[in-house]
């Protein structure tokens, strides 16, 4: 390939015969002056200090992300506290045993407002973190969640038109968007920026602060209640300003934590895809470009890092060996693109009088990615999975209030104090999270990098579908036999709950995708999974009382022990990522 004003000429080797090349004695001298162990000390040093950097961005990213699942955990499972203390402000006139209980269509038109948010989000923010960067748009996120919980706890009714109910529904659809746009991206920053060794220990840990933000809804509810306890024991519609407090105070880690989310740099990985599409983009833009500007492109390539022998090439020095790969990759353009690009280079002395020389690189896009079944399975396993096991997870939540009265920690809603209902409701609340929810979060954080993505949500999965089986087929059996071993059983369904699919299914989509579409993906997926919780909470829930109260709940556990089964099944699509690289998982190059 002929480049007009670049002339290539043989590499010289150097020998003793050979004139014009320095001798032993002239090089001597140089070297003598230069301080090899000093260099070598100040490169030690700068390897530590780019360590410390890299650690440090990988500390930062899991504290930011961690208090963001804090805080989206704290909001979607405050909604249930909220409405019992609701109903005691809007219906502590009605009679009979609609006193003191927001009717189902509104308790189930708050409870779904923010998973309906949250699927939105992971799909709206997902991808738009792919387009322009995980970080602005995580931190526009975080932005949304403060100003629609602020505008969410002053929600009341009009004169004419919407209720109170109506109006925070449509404030919590606004911060289910912001709360689902931190699960693509919280995800894909942790991933990008932990090192391999850690990177499922750190993705984990950032989902398992989830339990935390769960405890916390109650744990506030209960302190405020308490601040509040003889004005409501004096005034029942006190407790007007107990929700919105509690609400109000899911505002406050988002707030705490956006300057970081504000400040936070791109990772290293979303940067050289930027580049690369930058530089693609401007070589498909060349066609248009004059003749001049082209040559300069083509020499100038896209400033990126390229191989050795690119650098050889701009300096008109070229060896034998090279002299092929230089023809057809100037400044080394073909050397910094990825394993998704075609490229037709082009030859300028070959080219017809007028005609506009460029050269043509398309990235490869979603649909033709996700075309191929190899990669479309995956997609498929992490969504279907996320589905079925976000079915179960909020359905058996059915059982909570069971599991309550069981222990002794329920009270008479219509007749008994106010005060000491709901605080002991939320005291329940935190016992049973204790006892299997937190625990089993934690178990998966220090061992998911030895058992493995796949061990684990098959076993979970396993573990699941035994269990609904033993408690769906036995329901009654159980509780008249014994409380104690209902509420052994529901713990285990808890614990394998998060020491298994809930965890891993949150994991592995942060993994098994290439950079460019790593976040679409993952909202995909997540979004899957609040379908699930959607199909439970405003479908399934509605069917627990058919045939009477709570007598269609062993018939629904029956059904959540053939969707986990499904689970486990889709689980074989998708590959395991246990110490490998994410370029070896996707195949990308760096």
């Excluded at 002053?154 to 699960?183: A, P």
Aim: proline share 4%.
């Amino acid at each position: 390939m002929k480049v007009p004003g670049l002339t290539f000429t043989k590499k010289k080797t150097c020998s003793a015969d050979v004139s014009g090349c320095p001798s032993a004695a002239d090089i001597k001298p140089i070297i003598g002056d230069i301080d090899l162990e000093l260099l070598q000390r100040q490169e030690e040093l700068d390897g530590i200090n780019d360590e410390t950097r890299s650690n440090w961005e990988m500390i930062r990213s899991f504290l930011v992300c961690g208090a963001a699942f804090f805080a989206d955990a704290y909001l979607m499972f405050s909604s249930n506290i909220i409405i019992m203390i609701m109903g005691y402000v809007y219906y502590h006139d009605a009679e009979g045993t609609a006193k003191n209980v927001v009717p189902n269509k509104w308790s189930t038109l708050v409870k779904v407002a923010v998973q309906v948010g949250c699927l939105l989000g992971q799909l709206i923010l997902g991808r738009l973190g792919d387009k322009f960067g995980r970080t602005g748009v995580f931190a526009m996120g975080a932005i949304l969640v403060i100003i629609s919980t602020v505008g969410a706890s002053f929600s009341s009714s009009t004169v004419r038109g919407f209720n109170v109910f109506i109006f925070l529904f449509i404030w919590l659809v606004f911060v289910g968007i912001g709360v689902g746009g931190d699960y693509p991206l919280a995800a894909t920053i942790t991933s990008e920026y932990a090192d391999v060794k850690s990177r499922g220990k750190m993705m984990s840990a950032v989902f398992a602060c989830q339990g935390f933000g769960n405890l916390a809804a109650s744990i506030v509810a209960i302190i405020v209640l308490a601040c509040f306890k003889t004005a409501i024991r004096d005034d029942v519609y006190m407790l007007d300003y107990v929700w919105r407090i509690c609400l109000g105070f899911g505002a406050i880690p988002g707030g705490i934590t956006l300057y970081w989310r504000l400040t936070m740099p791109e990772s290293k990985s979303f940067q050289a895809e930027a580049n690369k599409r930058a530089a693609a983009a401007a070589a498909v833009d060349a066609d248009a470009l004059p003749d001049a500007e082209i040559e300069m492109l083509i020499i100038k390539g896209n400033n990126r890092q390229a191989p050795q022998d690119a650098s050889s090439c701009q300096q008109g020095v070229l060896s034998d060996e090279h002299s092929a790969s230089c023809s057809n990759n100037p400044s080394g353009m073909l050397g910094s693109l990825g394993h998704d690009e075609h490229v037709e280079p082009v030859d300028l002395a070959d080219m017809a009088p007028g005609e506009q020389p460029g050269r043509t690189a398309r990235l490869e896009t979603f649909g033709q990615y996700f075309g191929q079944w190899k990669n479309m399975k995956v997609l498929l396993g992490t969504s279907l999975a996320w589905f079925v096991v976000d079915v179960a997870f909020y359905g058996i939540n059915l059982n909570s209030s069971v599991v309550i009265s069981a222990i002794g920690f329920s009270g008479d809603v219509q007749n008994g104090d106010p005060y000491d209902v709901l605080s002991r409701n939320c005291l329940g609340n935190i016992i049973i999270n204790v006892l299997g929810s937190v625990p089993g979060y934690w178990i998966s954080v220090f061992t998911i990098e030895r058992l493995g993505r796949k061990w684990i949500q098959l076993m979970g999965f396993a573990a699941l579908t035994v269990l609904y089986v033993v408690i769906g087929f036995a329901y009654h059996q159980i509780l008249d036999a014994s409380n104690v071993a209902f509420i052994v059983l529901f713990t285990l369904a808890q614990l394998f709950q998060n020491f298994g699919p809930n965890v891993t299914c949150f994991v592995w989509p942060g993994e098994v995708f290439p950079t460019r579409f790593k976040a679409t993906a993952h909202g995909i997926s997540a979004a899957s999974g609040k379908l699930g919780a959607i199909v439970a909470q405003a479908g399934l829930m509605t069917l627990k009382d058919r045939g009477g109260p709570n007598e269609f709940i062993p018939h629904l556990i029956e059904i959540f022990a053939l969707f986990t089964l499904i689970g486990f099944f889709v689980t074989f699509w998708i590959p395991e990522t246990k110490g490998k690289t994410i370029e070896e998982i996707t195949g990308e190059t760096n």
